[in-house]
């Protein structure tokens, strides 16, 4: 048999052993939902993608991100089960915020097996900030502010009472022997708002995520008084201290990620599937990334799946010492 002949009956034989599934075309059309208003969280997690598969030249046309704030994820949820539920070019951003208003019934009738979860992208550390000139150095003094007085402490948030942000100040007003329930506590819809509200001095304090912070961080108007990381971040993030370093025992990751409709195609989750695997080892993803202040988590389909569901269980026993969930 001539090597020739050889190579056409592996082709042949590949082309057909090859999974229907992967014969998905790319789709004409490509949309990323952000749950909330421009310079957030979402926002960040859809430029990502936007520019890393339009610079990798994955799809034809560049990608549209659109914005739909509400509930903090809850009207994007409900808009794609209900009224969108099987367009292929369609993500939707997600945190780990998503997945804690899940687990506490927050977005009305659907749970957590109503859409395709699909990727991620990275993660990100909660963190607490104030501004560059509060007197505030550390968190130890506004922990000790909050602890001599609940009262002289508003914080600001881009997200309601039992969200994550809302966790992780009530976490740290526990660690200050403070009742959670005595915290001035402002919520916002999306990221940006509360900084906003920061600069004109509106709160005290934002409770958010390190990579909403990043583009702030160069103009000296804010300080971040610690990141909830196990250890101190690599690169322009390494003077930032820890909280666990400061004595306050509390680490916060949050996952950064897309899901799909419930009734797209088996067909056309995998091609994202696919691609999102792709995306992840190039240098233009893996850049874009840093400059987002988000750090490696890669998992997709069925991994990322079985993750998300593990932590919308772990959440749900979180709320529930809170009394926030039954």
Not at 81 to 103: C, D, H, I, W
Not at 111 to 138: C, E, H, Q
Not at 291 to 299: D, I, M, P, S, V
Request: proline share 5%; aromatic share 10%; charged share 20%.
């Amino acid at each position: 048999m001539s090597t020739r002949f050889c190579r056409t009956c592996i082709a042949a034989t590949l082309l057909l052993t090859a999974s229907p599934l992967l014969a998905a075309e790319h789709p004409s059309r490509t949309e990323c939902i952000a749950p909330a208003k421009p310079g957030g969280g979402f926002d960040l997690t859809c430029k990502l993608i936007q520019v890393s598969l339009q610079e990798t030249h994955v799809i034809e046309k560049p990608m549209r991100v659109t914005y739909m704030p509400g509930g903090v994820g809850a009207v994007a949820y409900n808009a794609i089960v209900a009224q969108r539920p099987a367009e292929p070019g369609t993500v939707v951003a997600f945190s780990g915020g998503s997945l804690l208003n899940l687990s506490q019934g927050k977005f009305g009738r659907y749970d957590v097996n109503d859409v395709r979860w699909l990727a991620s992208v990275g993660t990100d550390y909660g963190m607490i900030a104030v501004r560059a000139d509060s007197p505030w150095k550390n968190l130890k003094d506004l922990m000790g502010a909050l602890e001599k007085n609940p009262e002289s402490v508003v914080f600001g948030a881009g997200a309601s009472i039992g969200s994550q942000d809302w966790m992780k100040t009530a976490l740290l007003a526990k660690q200050a022997n403070v009742d959670p329930r005595k915290m001035r506590y402002v919520a916002f819809e999306g990221g940006g708002e509360p900084v906003t509200a920061l600069m004109g001095n509106h709160v005290q304090a934002v409770s958010g995520d390190m990579s909403e912070m990043v583009p702030y961080l160069k103009g000296d108007k804010l300080r971040v008084l610690a990141v909830f990381s196990a250890e101190r971040l690599p690169g322009a993030l390494a003077d930032v201290p820890t909280a666990k370093e400061q004595g306050y025992d509390l680490v916060w990751p949050i996952i950064r990620g897309f899901f799909v409709g419930p009734k797209v195609s088996d067909a056309e989750y995998q091609w994202w599937v696919d691609t999102f695997q792709k995306l992840q080892q190039t240098e233009v993803f893996k850049q874009q990334r840093d400059l987002r202040g988000l750090f490696e988590f890669n998992k997709n389909g069925k991994e990322l799946d079985a993750y998300v569901k593990q932590q919308v269980e772990a959440y749900h026993k979180q709320a529930q010492a809170f009394g926030l969930a039954n």
